[in-house]
């Protein structure tokens, strides 16, 4: 006889805390786990840190970014609740400044080796480069093809030349980090996952004895990661890859997790937060979808109907690639296509062009 049961409704989303530790304080996640916070200069102005007991020392989960601030509210955390402990290893999500930044400099300090994915530590490596006139120029020309304005792509087209002032420079060596491979801190051991679309080879860690889940960006409270394209990989997909993560994760996870996330608060309901995230997406797939219905449309025409709130220059980047990532899927999934007209890109419905 056919199993007619329905699946157990999904656990609603619940913060773990009331409130996050002030800077330079901790918070005990568990015994011999601490969460502390690291000041970003961005409207999202924290990145959460972890710390894992690791022997005598700290294996230490993401760093913050390379700025006076983050690096005082560091030394505030040495001499007060981290006094007398070293860090033992230095372990980096992915390769964004808030979270690499200060990779190198703690390594230094504590002679720690650095553990991250292959992706992170040369993806921070070419970026740290900076950009030539040639990349500037390919990064205008993404910019300006797909409709955004002379004047703003100029801005925007020089801010990867801000990740040098941002990070510091990293160890010549590294422990690479992939799936699945398991780590052992302090007594515990914690399972190597692998996510992707907010940055390639996004690293999170998995303790199944204590139901913790590391989950770096990759699923946060409140807020969606930025999923973006960019000039080196105009065709891309991160969409895509982010979407195929957020299912590995609830096939493989419990839902009766602990996420610890890389922003915002702890909390509880991990699968119902990878549907709503999902849910998010095809919302902004379908607002796209509809819009090219009626007028063939850039993707810089796409970021007011996906972003109604005015952006400066930082955040009409993360705006314009985050809505040509949108574009991309529904180009994958044969549902618009993107033509040339008059020297820029647009969008239209599939097979219009065809049609026409």
């Known amino acids: 006889?056919?199993?007619?049961?329905?699946?157990?409704?999904?656990?609603?989303?619940?913060?773990?805390?009331?409130?996050?530790?002030?800077?330079?304080?901790?918070?005990?996640?568990?015994?011999?786990?601490?969460?502390?916070?690291?000041?970003?200069?961005?409207?999202?102005?924290?990145?959460?840190?972890?710390?894992?007991?690791?022997?005598?020392?700290?294996?230490?989960?993401?760093?913050?970014?390379?700025?006076?601030?983050?690096?005082?509210?560091?030394?505030?955390?040495?001499?007060?609740?981290?006094?007398?402990?070293?860090?033992?290893?230095?372990?980096?999500?992915?390769?964004?400044?808030?979270?690499?930044?200060?990779?190198g400099w703690l390594c230094d300090r504590f002679e720690a080796p650095l553990l991250t994915s292959y992706s992170t530590y040369v993806g921070c490596k070419v970026i740290s480069q900076g950009f030539d006139e040639g990349t500037t120029r390919n990064q205008f020309d993404f910019y300006t093809r797909h409709g955004m304005s002379d004047e703003v792509a100029g801005i925007v087209a020089i801010q990867g030349n801000e990740y040098l002032r941002r990070v510091n420079a990293l160890p010549n060596t590294f422990l690479r980090l992939v799936m699945p491979d398991v780590l052992e801190i302090g007594g515990r051991s914690f399972r190597v996952l692998i996510g992707d679309g907010h940055a390639p080879e996004q690293v999170m860690l998995y303790c199944d004895?204590?139901?913790?889940?590391?989950?770096?960006?990759?699923?946060?409270?409140?807020?969606?990661?930025?999923?973006?394209?960019?000039?080196?990989?105009?065709?891309?997909?991160?969409?895509?890859?982010?979407?195929?993560?957020?299912?590995?994760?609830?096939?493989?996870?419990?839902d009766d997790v602990l996420?610890?996330?890389?922003?915002?608060?702890?909390?509880?309901?991990?699968?119902?937060?990878?549907?709503e995230l999902e849910a998010h997406h095809e919302e902004r797939c379908d607002l796209i979808r509809e819009a090219c219905l009626s007028a063939p449309r850039t993707v810089a025409e796409l970021v007011p109907i996906l972003f109604r709130r005015p952006l400066d220059p930082h955040q009409m980047t993360f705006a314009f690639t985050e809505a040509l990532a949108h574009v991309n899927r529904l180009v994958r999934r044969g549902e618009i296509e993107t033509v040339e007209q008059g020297g820029r890109l647009v969008n239209i419905p599939a097979g219009e062009a065809r049609a026409g």
């Open 1 to 103: 006889m056919a199993d007619d049961r329905s699946p157990a409704p999904l656990k609603a989303l619940r913060p773990a805390f009331d409130a996050a530790p002030a800077y330079g304080e901790v918070q005990e996640i568990a015994q011999g786990i601490l969460w502390t916070r690291i000041p970003l200069p961005y409207l999202l102005d924290h990145v959460n840190i972890f710390l894992i007991e690791d022997g005598d020392g700290w294996a230490v989960i993401d760093t913050g970014i390379k700025t006076d601030e983050a690096l005082a509210t560091w030394e505030q955390l040495f001499d007060g609740p981290l006094k007398g402990k070293a860090i033992s290893r230095v372990i980096v999500t992915h390769h964004h400044p808030d979270h690499i930044g200060l990779a």
């Open 209 to 254: 004895d204590e139901r913790l889940l590391f989950a770096a960006d990759q699923v946060i409270e409140k807020i969606s990661p930025n999923i973006s394209v960019y000039a080196n990989e105009p065709n891309g997909d991160p969409l895509g890859h982010f979407l195929r993560s957020l299912r590995f994760l609830r096939q493989e996870i419990p």
């Open 259 to 275: 996420v610890l996330p890389g922003h915002r608060l702890p909390f509880h309901g991990l699968h119902a937060r990878c549907v």
